[in-house]
């Protein structure tokens, strides 16, 4: 099973930019459909965004869309999530996730079956 440690969290202010990555290891990182979650002290695991195993396709959430981009380097095992536009409300602990189900992305994060440990997101008004 494939192990994941996400990076680039920190303190920022709104309106900057974030660059999170997720490191994989111990599986073929090119066979695993990848997410990045976010998850806020009393709120639900939220999905930011998916992208398919080569790269070709992905999706966001609503939230996210437009300020967002996600990328994986299959040559490195690296997962990244470029945050532009950061608001107070995308402060959060940011998860990876890799999903090995037949699919193209996936939104839910029961799809998934390996997660990082996180990486915290604080953006201040």
């Known amino acids: 099973q494939v192990q994941l440690v996400e990076s680039g969290g920190g303190l920022v202010q709104s309106g900057a930019s974030l660059r999170l990555s997720c490191a994989a290891s111990?599986?073929?990182?090119?066979?695993?459909?990848m997410g990045w979650f976010r998850q806020a002290p009393g709120k639900e695991r939220e999905f930011v965004a998916s992208?398919?195993?080569?790269?070709?396709?992905?999706s966001y959430g609503d939230s996210v869309k437009g300020r967002f981009t996600i990328s994986r380097d299959n040559a490195h095992n690296e997962l990244h999530l470029q945050m532009r536009r950061l608001r107070p409300e995308d402060t959060a602990v940011y998860l990876c996730?890799?999903?090995?189900?037949?699919?193209?992305?996936?939104?839910?994060?029961?799809?998934?079956?390996?997660w990082g440990q996180g990486t915290q997101v604080t953006v201040s008004s």
């Open positions: 992208i398919s195993r080569a790269g070709g396709s992905t």
């Open positions: 111990g599986g073929t990182f090119r066979t695993y459909i």
């Open positions: 996730a890799a999903s090995g189900r037949t699919g193209s992305t996936f939104t839910t994060p029961t799809n998934y079956n390996s």
